[in-house]
């Protein structure tokens, strides 16, 4: 079995930062790409970010968001930078994890975010 487990999420103001942090941990044999996406209240998940062999970034936050990775501890982070009340949304990180001889799509439990002042 495989867990996400995702923290540093909470309240900041317009402007400020947090970093988000998210280990998986369980049965894991392989680690193909890791990420974040996000739900505002009323709108759709999006992707913000993901990494595997390289990094994407979602255009709403490319400057000021930063992805990476430790691969040897399966954590990815998101460096929020310059937050904006738009920002706001519960995030949930993700892992294509290769466990019980299959890949498969694993999810955390989310944190949210909320910036404002």
């Known amino acids: 079995q495989v867990q996400l487990v995702e923290s540093g999420g909470g309240l900041v103001q317009p402007g400020g930062s947090l970093r988000l942090s998210c280990t998986a941990s369980?049965?894991?044999?392989?680690?193909?790409?890791m990420g974040w996406y996000r739900q505002a209240p009323g709108k759709q998940r999006e992707m913000v970010a993901s990494?595997?062999?390289?990094?994407v970034v979602a255009d709403s936050v490319k400057g000021r968001f930063t992805i990476s990775r430790d691969k040897a501890k399966n954590t990815v982070y998101l460096q929020m930078d310059s937050l904006k009340s738009e920002d706001t949304a519960v995030y949930y990180c993700?892992?294509?994890?290769?466990?019980?001889?299959?890949?498969?799509?694993?999810w955390g439990q989310g944190t949210q975010v909320t910036v404002s002042s």
């Open positions: 990494s595997a062999v390289g990094t």
């Open positions: 993700y892992g294509d994890i290769y466990s019980d001889e299959r890949f498969e799509t694993y």
């Open positions: 369980g049965k894991i044999f392989v680690v193909n790409a």
